[in-house]
């Protein structure tokens, strides 16, 4: 995955809409909660078993993914508008959760 090419995208995406007023860290984080409820409501009645079998249920699946994505857009827009390097970060935090959670 291109995280910085899907960033630029994103940026002309909203550039062409004139949304940069309204894309602030808050608000995109904000808005990523909704997604997020949104994808959380998914499984909402779903028996634990039943959730593990998503992948058999193509529109569940399909939505599933939709609502994936819409988390993932915004969670890059807050990075992006942050000035957070989301590779280093995700490196940074495998290695402190590796010396947290060490092997047995």
Do not use: C
């Amino acid at each position: 995955m291109d995280i910085d090419g899907l960033q630029q995208r994103l940026r002309v995406f909203a550039q062409e809409r004139n949304w940069q007023p309204y894309q602030t860290p808050k608000n995109l984080a904000m808005a990523m909660m909704v997604e997020a409820a949104e994808l959380l409501e998914i499984f909402q009645w779903m028996t634990p078993e039943a959730s593990q079998q998503i992948k058999d249920m193509p529109e569940q699946h399909q939505h599933l993914g939709e609502e994936i994505a819409d988390v993932l857009l915004y969670l890059l827009q807050i990075a992006d508008h942050s000035g957070v390097d989301v590779q280093t970060a995700v490196e940074r935090k495998l290695t402190l959760n590796a010396l947290k959670y060490p092997v047995a």
